[in-house]
């Protein structure tokens, strides 16, 4: 905690480099515990760490998880679709082969990488904006501090 009126940065206790981390491998950005999807249900995240407490489901910000549907589109386009179009183009498949593949790749593709797209998605907001984790003295939330 910094003192008032102080312009001081203050340390991190969780890191850039450990909120990418954990959110490549799907947990908690605030303490790094397994805890972010129910087990056994591979679409449902859960409301909040089991082991902290962060609460992972934004009540009044619905918007916040467009932009893991946003990532998971670009993704599902980039790194499927456009590599089976090419492949359709340079007549390494047959178009009826590419039509199939991107068929059913826009399908599964996309829940295959949704857990992945949520994660990212926070682990992109808080490598951003680090100090809005309670671990490192935030609320966990935008506006809870000055610079949001
Ligand atoms: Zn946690």
């Known amino acids: 905690m910094k003192p008032a009126g102080s312009s001081a940065p ?5 890191t850039r480099g450990q909120i ?3 959110g490549l491998t799907h947990r ?17 995240l859960n ?3 089991r082991n902290c407490g962060f609460a992972f489901e ?7 998880f467009l932009g893991s549907m946003s990532l998971n589109y670009g993704v599902t386009l980039m790194g499927f ?12 498949v047959s178009g009826r082969v590419a039509v199939g593949l991107a068929v059913g790749g826009a ?3 996309p ?20 100090h809005h984790l309670p671990a490192n003295g935030g609320t966990g939330r935008a506006g809870g501090d000055a610079n949001t």
């Open 107 to 109: 399908v599964i593709f």
């Open 20 to 22: 990418i981390a954990r």
């Open 58 to 64: 934004r009540g009044g910000d619905e918007g916040f």
């Open 28 to 44: 908690c950005p605030n303490c790094g515990a397994h805890s972010l999807f129910r087990e056994n249900a591979w679409f449902r």
């Open 47 to 49: 409301s909040d760490c």
């Open 10 to 14: 203050v340390a991190l206790r969780v």
């Open 81 to 92: 679709l456009l590599p089976v179009a090419l492949l359709a183009f340079f007549g390494v």
């Open 111 to 130: 829940m295959l990488f949704y857990r992945s797209s949520r994660s990212w998605w926070l682990m992109n907001y808080y490598f951003f904006l680090p």
